[in-house]
Every structure is written in C-alpha cells, then in structure tokens.
C-alpha cells in the first residue's frame, strides 16, 4: 500500500478549515451577534483596552489569548524554525516544525526527528511513520508520556515501537541543528543535529541526520505585549496570568481564561474556563477552578484516557488509596477485536469508593473515559458502577467490571459467613 501524502494532507486541512467555522469572527458577529474588532490590543488602564488607536472602556474583561509552541535552547534551532515559515519568494525552507505548523506540509518527509515524548510527540510520531516516514523520538526523562503511570506509559510505548518508531531518551544536551547543503530526492533539504546523549552509561557525541524535525517540548503563555503592568495585571512568562480560583487577575475587572493562565492546556478545559467566568462576570457567580474536573486524552493507538489524582499524586499528598483494574485481555469485545492490550484502572479512597483518579490504555479509551468523569462530577462511588448494565459486547463494559471487583471487597469473613448461612436456609429450609 502506498500512501498519498499530499491527499492525506491536503483532506487534513479541508477538514480543519471546516472545525474552524466554529471560531469565526462571521459566526460570532453575524448568529451570536458579538462585536468583534480586529487589530493588536493594549490595555491602557484598569479598565480601558486600545485596539487600532480606539479606545474601549470596560466593566469587565477576560484574557482569552491563549499560547504557542515552546522551542528549545539549541544552536541554530529558532534561525531554521523562522526560516521554515518565512514568506520569502524562492527561498529553500527547511522543514522545522511545531504542532501548529505541521499540517502545512505537503511533501512526506523521508526521515522525521520529534524532539518530546510528550501527548503531541507520541500522537504525531505514530502517525508520521504508519504514513510511511522514518521516525525518531527524542527525549531527556528517559520514558514517555511522563505524567502517565509508567507501565500504561509503557504499553503505548511498545505499540509504537512496534510500529517502527525509534526511541532515544536519554539526550544530556540539544546541541545544534544546521542544513547540511544537500537536498534529498524529495526536494526537501536535509538537516544535521547533534546532541549529547548517554549511551552505556556514558555520555556521547552523535549526529542525526533528517529531513524533517518537529518540536513538541509544550506550550508557552501568550501574555506579553499586551501592556498588563498598565491594568494592574500580574503575570509571569513562564506560568502565565496570576489568577485566583475563580480566574480573577490582580485587576478585579479582568479575568483570564486558557492557555495563558492554566497548566490544563486543552481545548475543553478553556471551554469551560470560559463558561465559568461567563457565570462569575456576569451573573455574580462563585465558581471555582478547582471544583472542574478535567479529563484528557492521548490519541495514539492504543488510546489513554486520564481524570483525577495518579498514583504519583496520592503518593505526594499522602493519600491513602486503593487501586481496582480490570484488563482488556478478559473483555470480551477486546479479544473479537485482538485490541487486548491495555486496561481500566480505577483508584478509590482507602476507606470508601469514592473515586479519586482514573486511567484507561485501549481502543476508545478517549470515549471511555467520561464515564468515570461523570462518576467522579456526581459523587458516584465506584461500588455502584458495577450496577450500570452496558451493551454486550462492548470494552466500555470493562468500567463495570472494575466496579465489581470493588464489591467483591466488601464480603468480609463476616459477610460471607452471613450470607452462606442464608444460602443454606433457602437450601434447606421449608
């Protein structure tokens, strides 16, 4: 099978173009009947904004600006990146990449390099090599998807692997990045990075050769230009905004919704940012950022869905937990599907079944995931999950499952004692 790239690419964009409709200034003024001006913004006091020399006053304001891929400190890294987007006529632009970039191809590349294991470095790297690309992961933490637990870290690891990608993350230093002056069959131009890495316990040269490098090291907050010191605003260029838990800034006029002040940097997390600040500003409500409970996924194959506290963070709070799973190797829908890799694991609070985080590695397990959110939304303990009747055969049934293996605790010596003494009552009774 050979793979059309420029088509796969080109049906990406059409369907991007499509999404966007949503976020357009057409639709915000024309069906939601908002007013939109466009142009560089500036506040210019506590409550006034400059937007192409006119000046809006304000009641309240919210900061929506969101963030923008983060690059390394590598030599030659931001001259090739900036290359790589300029606008220059007949120029040979190298193929640098972040994750807002990289659906901007329209050549496949022979040999793609992704600097982070991270959610945008494993989604991207897997999808690049089943589209036919070399690919190379690198990364210094020596594991993938750091915030997951490591053994379901591990299991998409392995799929990946599988897939072809190779992994190298264990780099001590990104040294430089050049073009070598050559430009490979496919027209693009070839690029040379060193590095520094360790390599049987010792830290070594090497060079890699490529001809498409995609940086997927995070995301920075866009707060700077806007004159925030003018309004009263404090803020930090690493973490963002400083906002209190219902998203008020240092201003008590402006809040900030997003990327630019929360370390949950997803597209429904500001979703819901937003709506709460909405009921704060304008309805005198008291929401609050920690009561939100965000779940987040990771669209490799296999999926991981993820809510709540990890076993890392119970461990750091001393919390005390139990741990429930329930692998796909017994679910039913996973074995007809040979998608048995994987599992539901539920953690509860010690003494009850509350729920206090949750992590699936699947098929769906994207999908899957809600429905613990919502267990968790509604003070829904685990124990009664197991009385929620899924479709047959279905993975999500696994949830389910989890839950019944929660009750089987329940049977102390004592219950069991009780109820085999019921049993035999209805066995011998009259």
Known sequence: VKVNFPKVMERMRRIRSDISTNDSAERFTKQLGVEVFFGHGKFSSDRTVVVNGRTLEFRKAVIATGGYPALISMTGLKFLYEKANSTEVGAVRPIVMTNETLFNMTTQPKKLCVIGAGVVGMEMSQAMQRLGSEVVVFGRSGRVLPKEDLDLSNIVKNQIEEDGVTFRLSVKEYVSIN??????????????????ELVGGKVVKSEVLMDALLVAVGRKPNVTGMDLEKAGIEFDSRKGLVVNDRLLTTNPRVFGVGDCCSAFKFTHAADFMARMVIRNALFFGSAKMSDLIIPYSTFTTPEVGSVGLY???????????????????????AICDDSTSGMVRIRVDAKS???????????GAGNMISEITLAMQTGTGLGKLSAVIHPYPTTADAVRATGDLYNKTRATPAVRGILRGLIQMQRYGS
Do not use: W
Request: glycine fraction near 10%.
């Open 353 to 363: 079944d509350k729920i206090l985080g949750a992590s699936i590695v699947g098929i």
């Open 179 to 196: 073009m070598t002056g050559k430009v490979l069959d496919n027209g693009l131009p070839e690029l040379c990075m060193t590095i520094q």
């Open 311 to 333: 076993e890392s963070d119970l461990k750091e709070r001393g919390i005390a937990y139990k741990t429930f799973e329930k692998h796909f190797s017994e679910n039913d829908r």
